[in-house]
Each structure stands twice: as C-alpha cells, then as structure tokens.
T-cell receptor, first 116, second 107 residues
C-alpha cells in the first residue's frame, strides 16, 4: 500500500535551517507529484507547493518562496523540504502529500519547533 | 487565488446526518477533495474527485456538488466521526486551495 514516511520532529533556533524528508513506497515514485502542506498550531491546512517527480521541477505557493526549497532523490523515492533562516512563525507540522488515481495519501507529519 | 468557504462548525446527534458545505467560484470546474483530521493526527482522505470514496472509508461518507458548492455528507453519524473536515481543490493554475475547515461535533 502507498506510504509516506517522514523524518522525526526537530527543535531549531531562529536563523538555523532544517531539512524534512518524506520517503514514498507502494507505488511508482515518478508517477505522481509530491506536495507539501503546513499546519501551524491550532490552524488550518496551507499548501506550500509541489515537485514534479518526473522532471524534478518544484513550484511554490505564494508566501513560500525564497527560504523554502523542495527537492527529491528518485534513487531513494524521497522528497525533501528545506527551510532556511527559520523564524518562530515557521513552527508547524509539515506534511508531504501525494494524490494518486485512487486516493490522496498523507505522511504522518513532522513537527518543526523554532525557539530560542 | 480562489477561496473556499466552509462553516466553522457543525453539530449533530449520533445517528443523524451531517452535511458540511464548501463554496468557491472554482468549484464548478475543478475536482474537490475532502479530508478528515482528528486531534494530533494527519489528515485522512475521505472523498476524492468530488464523489469517490477511497478504500476503507465507510459508505456513510459521500460527496456531492451543485454549481459552486460541494457537500460532504455523513449519514448515520457516529461518535468516531467527530473531527475537523477540510475541503481542497486545485485552482485554475494548479495551486491547491484549502477551505478553512469545519469542526464536526457529535453531541
């Protein structure tokens, strides 16, 4: 079955960087794009962007350009979200998401806490 | 980008029917997806492509659309259905748009 397994939670200081991984299994990795979604504490879901697993080209939502970098390594069926120059307001759970022909699958989420 | 509007909350008694709406100009042209999220858990897909139910999702969950409003219907609501529900749709440029979420309370 389709699974997206993300890296574990992390605590970072403001100004640092973090890289979240999302390893896919159970389907042909290059068939579907992978998306990233943010959920701040007590808030709703916010789409950050996606990456084509066919071309490797990312596309970012408004508000997620500059400090946010999405990449992938097809050899290990993994996509990455890197956030640079972290700010306290980046504290959130980050999800990777894939839409297939039969459902939409979410990773378990990765909590990134930014605090001095 | 397009916006999608959901009621902040819906309350029903067990066994009743819950209807959660999602309104937006783009909804008449794009597929809609619905997600259920329980506290501390990742969202789970309950409806995709407007009306389709993923494997393992109970038949009491259904989706429908009419013009620029789509509806998630939960027939015979059970206590375990209490959760936040989000609609989502891509807009014309491919950007995903989420509704603000609806908290379903089972009285």
């Amino acid at each position: 079955q389709v699974q997206l397994v993300q890296s574990g939670s992390d605590l970072k200081k403001p100004g640092a960087s973090v890289k979240v991984s999302c390893k896919a299994s159970g389907y042909n990795f290059t068939t579907y794009a992978l998306n990233w979604v943010r959920q701040a504490p007590g808030q709703g879901l916010e789409w950050m962007g996606w990456i084509s697993t066919h071309t490797g080209n990312p596309r970012y939502a408004q508000g997620f350009t500059g400090r946010f970098v999405v990449s992938l390594d097809t050899s290990v069926s993994t996509t990455y979200l890197q956030i640079n120059n972290l700010r306290p307001e980046d504290t959130a759970v980050y999800y990777c998401v894939v839409t297939t022909d039969v459902s939409v699958y979410w990773g378990q989420g990765t909590l990134i806490t930014v605090s001095s | 980008s397009s916006e999608m509007t959901q009621p902040p909350s819906v309350s029903v008694s067990p066994g009743q029917t819950a209807r959660i709406t999602c309104s937006g100009d783009a909804l008449s042209k794009q597929y809609v997806y619905w997600y259920q999220q329980k506290p501390g858990q990742a969202p789970v897909s309950v409806i995709y492509e407007d009306t389709k139910r993923p494997s393992g999702i109970p038949e009491r969950f259904s989706g429908s659309s009419s013009g620029t409003t789509v509806t998630l219907t939960i027939s015979g609501v059970q206590a375990e259905d209490e959760a936040d529900y989000y609609c989502q749709s891509p807009d014309r440029s491919g950007t995903w748009v989420f509704g603000g979420g609806t908290k379903l309370t089972v009285l």
